[in-house]
Protein backbone atom coordinates (compact mmCIF):
# COMPACT_ATOMS: atom_id res chain seq x y z
CA UNK A 1 0.00 0.00 0.00
CA UNK A 2 0.82 3.52 -0.62
CA UNK A 3 -0.70 6.71 0.75
CA UNK A 4 -0.11 10.36 1.14
CA UNK A 5 2.42 12.19 -0.57
CA UNK A 6 2.68 15.84 -2.20
CA UNK A 7 3.66 18.00 -5.19
CA UNK A 8 6.48 20.80 -4.91
CA UNK A 9 6.34 21.86 -7.84
CA UNK A 10 2.08 23.21 -6.49
CA UNK A 11 3.17 25.23 -4.52
CA UNK A 12 1.94 25.19 -0.83
CA UNK A 13 1.84 21.10 -0.18
CA UNK A 14 -1.37 20.05 1.02
CA UNK A 15 -0.67 16.29 0.82
CA UNK A 16 -2.61 13.66 -0.90
CA UNK A 17 -5.28 11.68 0.33
CA UNK A 18 -5.43 8.88 -2.23
CA UNK A 19 -4.46 4.83 -0.68
CA UNK A 20 -2.92 2.64 -3.71
CA UNK A 21 -2.17 -0.82 -3.52
CA UNK A 22 -0.07 -2.95 -5.86
CA UNK A 23 -2.02 -5.72 -7.80
CA UNK A 24 0.40 -8.48 -7.88
CA UNK A 25 -1.30 -10.67 -11.09
CA UNK A 26 -1.65 -7.51 -13.19
CA UNK A 27 1.48 -5.71 -12.59
CA UNK A 28 -0.38 -2.15 -11.89
CA UNK A 29 -0.98 0.06 -8.56
CA UNK A 30 -4.91 0.79 -8.34
CA UNK A 31 -6.70 2.87 -5.80
CA UNK A 32 -7.51 0.81 -2.68
CA UNK A 33 -10.79 1.32 -0.86
CA UNK A 34 -10.14 3.00 2.42
CA UNK A 35 -13.38 3.79 4.65
CA UNK A 36 -12.45 6.57 7.23
CA UNK A 37 -9.26 7.81 5.41
CA UNK A 38 -7.19 10.54 7.20
CA UNK A 39 -6.99 14.33 5.26
CA UNK A 40 -4.02 14.03 2.97
CA UNK A 41 -0.46 14.20 4.44
CA UNK A 42 3.23 14.05 3.65
CA UNK A 43 6.55 13.07 5.38
CA UNK A 44 4.38 10.58 7.75
CA UNK A 45 4.71 6.91 8.75
CA UNK A 46 2.46 4.45 7.69
CA UNK A 47 2.18 0.56 8.03
CA UNK A 48 0.17 -2.07 7.90
CA UNK A 49 -1.03 -4.67 10.59
CA UNK A 50 -3.99 -6.55 11.57
CA UNK A 51 -7.15 -4.09 11.80
CA UNK A 52 -5.86 -1.93 8.34
CA UNK A 53 -3.38 0.90 7.47
CA UNK A 54 -2.07 2.66 10.33
CA UNK A 55 -0.89 6.57 9.47
CA UNK A 56 0.98 8.65 12.34
CA UNK A 57 2.88 12.29 12.29
CA UNK A 58 3.42 13.62 9.12
CA UNK A 59 2.66 17.17 7.33
CA UNK A 60 -0.40 18.80 6.12
CA UNK A 61 -0.54 22.23 4.21
CA UNK A 62 2.97 22.94 6.12
CA UNK A 63 1.43 22.00 9.38
CA UNK A 64 3.01 19.25 11.78
CA UNK A 65 1.12 16.63 12.92
CA UNK A 66 1.36 14.43 15.42
CA UNK A 67 -1.65 11.74 15.45
CA UNK A 68 -2.10 8.27 14.70
CA UNK A 69 -4.74 6.86 12.41
CA UNK A 70 -5.68 3.43 11.85
CA UNK A 71 -8.36 2.52 8.60
CA UNK A 72 -9.62 -0.53 7.24
CA UNK A 73 -8.21 -1.44 3.84
CA UNK A 74 -10.44 -3.70 1.84
Not at 4 to 27: K, L, Q, R, S
Not at 56 to 67: F, N, V
Request: aromatic content about 16%; charged content about 15%; glycine content about 16%.
Amino acid sequence: YVYGGYDPAAGTPAGFPDVYMFAHEACVWEAAAAPGIPAGRYDHAAWLAPGGLYVQGGKAGGEYLTDTKLFPVC
